[in-house]
């Protein structure tokens, strides 16, 4: 028996990411080898198609398959962000992968997959469902990370991030189980009601506990967050914007699901968990950022340290919190894929120039690419009229407004800490002479876009941010 047509219009994304994802696979064994770039621009189309189906769905909000999806205003913020980050990604991977000679189908239609459980995450109201989304976008980038497959250090890469995601996924799975046990449900509505009723016991608290430490790893939350460096290294740098913007946006996105919708009730409990874990995230991507040289670790070091910015948002447990979350994912979703891509481009053939040095005078020989460059970490620092700051701003305002005062001011130290290992590699393009032993390639069409649609992005969310957090709280509102 077929499903109601509501429920594939609500499930309209992910059906468009996979049917797109399947027919990659099946036409890339007739392409040429010269011309596996066209199914790059085939799974673009796919991207498009499915931002276009966000319009069905959004026409037909609700829940699907018995209460076990839903598409609302707060899943369809999540899914813009998601596909967005990885059309973009997309046409910006052509020129590198290209270069490194691994210009193939399978590619295009694994980051199609991903994105689909991406979707799946944001949309889920029960916990296996979120458990399944989960699995499809994790499996799809283990294999993105090792995508090198003859360079030692992106296979370590891949091993090490299978390992560690398997170990997330088993803690996750046992604290859905403890769930199960503690409530008789895994449906997020069902969970809340027996905690009003009953209260939470040790078996609940155990069970969210494991639920926190999975979803944390894939946040890159501390004390998760261990693997992030060398993963984000030893990936093709195309996949480390990928992995830095989208799992971390649907993570959270389920997370707050989970959390505020399944234990709103227990926020007394899980709110000091997500206060320590700020401050942890907060001060390790900082404090360790300061001492890289290389360009990549840095920005993944960072990556760590804006996770912690957004867990302030998280612990206000508040509407306009919620919110603040989902404005930060959408900017800093801009300014780190523009980041990453821009690193890819200078990085060359074999990423051989990674290295702060290596930037040395970009401003004088390329200015497009370092005003970018210097853009994306300036709204990362927070400089006003970028996103990172009205991101950054709304965050610790929501956290004010509930009176977490110590966790604002500890974030806003981290903030000026920053502001060195940001600043340094700015210094590095514009005051230090430039390097006469290379130059970055010329950049081509798809990258230009890229950096264009991404910086433009960035500005937008720094001048007029009005229109997005309008969004963002009717997204928040949906949620309860």
Known sequence: MFPPLQDLYRIAPELVLCAFGMLVMLIDPFVAAGRKRSMGWLALAGTLVALASLRWAAMNQGSAYSGLFRMDMFSLFVHAIVIGVSALAILGSFDYLDRENIQRGEYYALILFATAGMGILAGATELITAFVGLEMSSISTYILVGFRRTVLKSNEASLKYFLLGSFATAFFLYGIALTYGATRSTRFDVINQAIASHGTGPLLILGLGLIFVGLGFKVVAAPFQIYTPDVYEGAPTPVTA???????????????????????????????????????????????????????????????????YILVAFAAASEIGVAAVLFYLAAYAAMTLGAFLIVAHVGGTHERRLNIEDYAGLGTRHPWIASCFALFLFSLLGLPATGGFVAKLYAFQSALDQRIVWLVVIAAVNSVIGAYYYLKVVVAMYFHEPSKEWAPTPMHAPMFIVLLITAAATIYFGLLPNRVMELAIASARSLR
């Open 242 to 308: 990928i992995l830095a913007c989208g799992p971390k946006a649907a993570a959270f996105a389920v997370m707050l699901r989970i959390f505020y919708s399944a234990f709103g009730n227990a926020s007394h409990i899980w709110f000091w968990a997500i206060w320590v874990s700020a401050v942890l995230t907060m001060c390790i991507g900082n404090f360790a950022a300061l001492v890289q040289t290389n360009v990549k670790r840095l920005l993944a070091y960072s990556s760590i340290a804006h996770a912690g």
